[in-house]
């Protein structure tokens, strides 16, 4: 093991998460007290899990149907474990909604297994561990954008592939790779993975974070990149959620007001200069979350109030222009207009 490095940082993951198993146990050791390297990416992995899980003595989440008079229920859980967790770990303001989307996620996931099976189906053609595996393919650019190392398959996609064929394609790689593991070693991939991205530097300094980097065909500051994986990581929480029967709270007020502005900032160049102006409004967003969308120095057309998580559930793909709940006036084909092109953003 002390002289076999390609093997090594897939069971630092499980290391830190506490999820080796017995024959790697007795063999990561060892290794750990000879690489200095790999001992201090272990140690650096472990820290942020600890900020992840909370301090020592912090209470467990409540098994389902306990609590206060055993009537927590199965709605309940993930809402009572989140309660019962610390805060997310110290980063930037950037970063504090893919952490906090973090923690959620994990709240989550120590409910399945124990309690419900890892092959519930969720989305798409996914059951709860593949949903994972997705994330594990979907923060892989970020990941190695900044420096982080991937552990994962190798990957067959070439630097002409467009960016939707890359997405599937490596979310297809990964969910193939992980089938052949345990659902433990699957999460604590995920766990390491966005574990490492919480410890870089871009997540502690915004200033680190200003710098623009090309993902899922868009070019964007850092920053924004991490609000994109607070959001994917939110809807597939939801997801999971919804499939094991689970109520999920939605992002803290501050987080899902990051979120939506990130949204309408791709919404407007996706309706471009010549749509018809549409006042839109998401009044939980905050006082300032009102906006003109489409053509400069035209009246308005229309107005159009939405909530922001159902705002968020449309331009992730959970709500279609004809369910999502508004409140509408004006111009019915402006405002429709404002609503599928919002609903185009989805690639979730």
Known sequence: MSDDHDGVPE???????????????????????????????????????RLLDGPPGAPEPPAPGTGPGGGAGPDGVVALALRARPAAPRVAAHAAPYAAAVCSLTALLREVGGHRPWGTPVVHDWDVRDTVGHLIAADEGLARGLGVRTHAPPSRI????????????????????????????TVAAWSAQSAALLATAEALDAGRAARVMELTGVRLPVADHFLVRAFETWIHTDDVGRALGLAVPP????????????????????????????????PDAGDDA??????????????????AVDFCLLVGGRHTPASVPRSATGDADAVRNVLERAASLAWL
């Open 158 to 185: 070439t630097r002409d592939t467009g960016w939707e064929d890359a997405w599937e394609t490596r979310t297809a790689e990964v969910i193939a790779y992980e089938r052949t593991r345990s659902p433990d070693r």
């Open 251 to 282: 992002p803290p007020g501050e987080h899902l007001g990051r979120l939506v502005r990130l949204a309408v900032r791709l919404l407007g160049p996706a309706l471009g200069p010549a749509a018809a102006p549409v006042l839109f409004a998401v």
């Open 11 to 49: 069971l630092l993951a499980a290391w830190a998460l506490g999820a080796l198993q017995s024959a790697d146990e007795r063999a990561v050791p060892p290794h750990l007290a000879e690489c200095e390297s790999c001992a201090a990416e272990a140690e650096r992995l472990r820290e942020t899990v």
């Open 290 to 307: 009102r906006w003109v969308l489409g053509a400069g120095g035209e009246p308005v057309r229309g107005e159009l109030t939405l909530r």
